[in-house]
């Protein structure tokens, strides 16, 4: 970023010209400028209307926090965003008001307040994402690519100079950003998966010990009829640790694959690993020659299910239903692998 000479400067230098040039005025005149600009830009004043969703900027950041973290407190909500105590007790009263959090003790610390979302609250939380990320992709799609990587280094480069910590948002430099692996299942992989779909579906949507029922015989009777010519299971890995897993397997009827049991670790969120892996399983299915895909998921899996859809499935039918111990809304999803990809 450049500063603007002052146009009485004894130095005669021009605008953009060195530091030592510089006057502070000037410089102050032209950091309000950008942020006015940028404010202005990505619409910080009027949010809402800007991503078309009912969040102020302070909201969604709350929502951000709180769905990119296995566990959050009331106070590390006030610490990391420098939110008044009574001003974020207000707003986390009306997101429990709208069920999208509940609020409990915090079991390392019981004078502390566990905030977890629903899963109409990750529902909200996975929407704006996909907002913002449509809209900061807007800004930078119509730039080259030499112009990109001046922007992005620009931006680097102002975070750094003025104080930015990554590590004291939760973020990671972009050098040390974790890679991503996909590979097929190992010995041990299988067991990983039921307690790991057990334990994630009991604390975010409630699920009891039928669905670790379920998934055990699912994960059991692709062992015992395992072929790998139909069948497969992927773990991803995020910088070398399980972060996820989906399968493929023969739904039954003739050309007919089904997606199963579709897991993301909550700590690897926000990496594309669903993304990555329902891929892997329709490329599979096709490369095997089967005509179609299908799976069965229910209707408060909202991140899952806009994955999905971006993979071409579209929901067919939907159920209500009474399993693992919730009130639910089963859908049958579908896609065609006929003519497709090709």
Request: charged share 25%; proline share 4%; with cysteine.
């Amino acid at each position: 970023m450049t500063t603007e000479a002052p146009s009485d400067a004894r130095s005669g230098s021009a605008p953009g010209g060195s530091a030592a040039a510089s006057d502070p005025g000037a410089d102050v005149r032209e950091l309000r400028r950008f942020n006015r600009f940028y404010t202005n830009l990505i619409g910080a004043l009027d949010y809402g209307r800007h991503l078309y969703t009912p969040f102020t900027l302070t909201e969604a950041r709350v929502l951000y926090e709180l769905a990119h973290q296995e566990r959050v407190d009331a106070a590390d909500l006030r610490a990391s965003l420098s939110l008044d105590a009574g001003y974020l007790s207000r707003l986390l009263g009306k997101f429990e008001d709208r069920e999208l959090i509940s609020r409990g003790r915090s079991a390392q610390d019981p004078r502390r307040q566990r905030i977890t979302l629903t899963g109409d609250g990750r529902e909200a939380a996975g929407l704006l994402e996909e907002r913002s990320q449509e809209a900061a992709g807007s800004l930078l799609r119509h730039l080259p690519a030499a112009d990109r990587a001046r922007l992005v280094d620009a931006m680097r480069t102002i975070r750094a100079l003025l104080g930015d910590d990554p590590a004291a948002t939760g973020e990671a430099p972009p050098a040390a950003s974790p890679t991503v692996t996909l590979r097929t299942a190992r010995p041990g992989d299988l067991g990983w998966m039921v307690e790991r779909n057990a334990a994630l579906y009991a604390a975010e949507y409630g699920f009891d010990l039928s669905y670790e029922a379920l998934v055990a015989r699912i994960v059991a009777e692709y062992a015992e009829a395992f072929d790998p010519r139909w069948d497969r299971t992927w773990v991803a890995e995020l910088a070398g640790a399980r972060a996820g897993a989906v399968m493929c397997v023969r739904d039954g009827r003739p050309g007919v694959a089904r997606l199963r049991l579709l897991l993301v670790e909550p700590s690897a969120r926000g990496h594309g690993i669903g993304r990555q892996l329902v891929d892997a399983c329709v490329d599979f299915a096709r490369d095997a020659g089967y005509e179609e895909m299908v799976l069965w998921t229910n209707s408060v899996l909202g991140a899952a299910r806009r994955i999905y859809r971006r993979a071409g499935f579209e929901l067919v039918s939907e159920t209500p239903h009474h399993s693992f111990g919730q009130d639910l809304v089963g859908q049958d999803w579908r896609l065609s692998l006929r003519g497709a990809g090709t």
